[in-house]
Nanobody, 119 residues
Framework: QVQLVESGGGSVQAGGSLKLSCAAS????????FGWHRQAPGKQRELVAA???????NYADSVKGRFTISRDNAKNTVTLQMNNLKPDDTAVYYC?????????????WGQGTQVTVSS
C-alpha cells in the first residue's frame, strides 16, 4: 500500500508565494518520476512540473521562471515552490509519482490541495 500526503495549499494574493509538499510512504522499492498537476474548474487536468530521477526538470510554459520543483530521494518527497502567483494559477494541485513496489511499477496520485490566488 502506498500513500501520498500533500500539504501546503491555501489562499494568497497575486504576487505571493506558496510551497506545496508531497510525501510518499509505504513499501516503496524505488521512485522514478515525481510530478505536480493541476485542475482548474471547468478545465482539464494539466501537467505543471515533473522531475525524473536524474533531476532534469520539466515545466509547463505558463509556470516557467515562477515555479520550482525539487525532490528529496532520501525522504521520498517532492516540493513545488510557487512564486509570483497569478489568479490563473488557482486550481486543485495534485502530486503524482511513478514508483515500484513489491507488486510492480505503478502510478499513484495524491488527494489534491487547493490553491487560490486572488487579484
Amino acid at each position: 500500500q502506498v500513500q501520498l500526503v500533500e500539504s501546503g495549499g491555501g489562499s494568497v494574493q497575486a504576487g505571493g508565494s506558496l510551497k506545496l509538499s508531497c510525501a510518499a510512504s509505504g513499501r516503496i522499492f524505488s521512485i522514478y518520476a515525481f510530478g505536480w498537476h493541476r485542475q482548474a474548474p471547468g478545465k482539464q487536468r494539466e501537467l505543471v512540473a515533473a522531475i525524473p530521477p536524474g533531476g532534469a526538470t520539466n515545466y509547463a510554459d505558463s509556470v516557467k521562471g515562477r515555479f520550482t520543483i525539487s525532490r528529496d530521494n532520501a525522504k521520498n518527497t517532492v516540493t513545488l515552490q510557487m512564486n509570483n502567483l497569478k489568479p490563473d494559477d488557482t486550481a486543485v494541485y495534485y502530486c503524482n509519482v511513478d514508483l515500484r513496489t513489491v507488486t510492480g511499477r505503478a502510478e499513484y496520485w495524491g488527494q489534491g490541495t487547493q490553491v487560490t490566488v486572488s487579484s
